[in-house]
């Protein structure tokens, strides 16, 4: 079984669609995150969330939303979306404790023409 | 948010050279950990080091947490074409909770 998995691997859409990522951990973990890596290899923090509190990278704009139905998913909803939005997210997941195993999903890459 | 350099940006090098890249700050790492990713796959923790001066190997891999906990390196011996792969570092964020903060990697290309 796939320890983080992320749905879909690829996603290609117009400017302007909304469209959402989804993710599954099922390691028993209490830690989710969204990271966006961009076309030079970045790889930058979007949110995490542990234990029903959000916690956002101040630089992701408010088109992006995070949203857990339980502990077990961390979802990625996407409004309005730019060019600039391509990228591939990568979903992880970690006990929570500081410097613990992130284990992460194998990514979506986003497309956005 | 702590920045966090690595070199070289890029490295190709046949079957059996050694190699090191590097990862630095200007500021004192609380810790490091060092991810390998290959493509199309997200990255797999290589590492955690967190003393200073330590020295930590995974068979072919040798990882070195500075004494001033400031810089870090991995050497590999041998490299073979299943090292190719992005290297990354990362270190505990300070603002958003225990999300990491990356390195821009440093991505080996090992030939036959």
């Known amino acids: 079984d796939t320890a983080v998995s992320q749905t879909p691997k690829y996603l290609v859409t117009q400017m302007g669609n909304d469209k959402s990522i989804k993710c599954e951990q099922n390691?028993?973990?209490?830690?989710m995150y969204w990271y966006k890596q961009d076309s030079k290899k970045f790889l930058k923090i979007m949110f995490s969330y542990n234990n029903k509190e959000l916690i956002i990278n101040e630089t992701v704009p408010n088109r992006f939303s995070p949203k857990s139905p339980d502990k077990a998913h961390l979802n990625l909803h996407i409004n309005s979306l730019e060019l600039g939005d391509s990228a591939v997210y990568f979903c992880?997941?970690?006990?929570?404790?500081?410097?613990?195993?992130?284990?992460f999903g194998a990514g979506t890459r986003l497309s956005v023409l | 948010t702590q920045l966090l350099e690595q070199s070289p940006q890029f490295l190709s090098i046949q079957e059996g050279e050694n190699l090191t890249v590097y990862c630095n700050s200007s500021s004192v790492f609380s810790s490091l950990q060092w991810y390998r990713q290959e493509p199309g796959e997200g990255p797999v923790l290589l590492v955690t080091v967190v003393t200073g001066g330590e020295v930590k190997k995974l068979k072919r891999l040798t990882f070195q947490f500075g004494d001033a906990r400031k810089d870090s390196s991995l050497h590999i011996t041998a490299a073979q074409p299943g090292d190719t792969g992005l290297y990354l570092c990362a270190s505990p964020s300070s603002n958003s909770g225990y999300a990491l903060n990356f390195g821009k990697g440093t991505s080996l290309l090992v030939t036959p």
């Open positions: 390691l028993g973990h209490d830690t």
């Open positions: 992880a997941s970690s006990q929570g404790v500081s410097m613990d195993i992130q284990y």
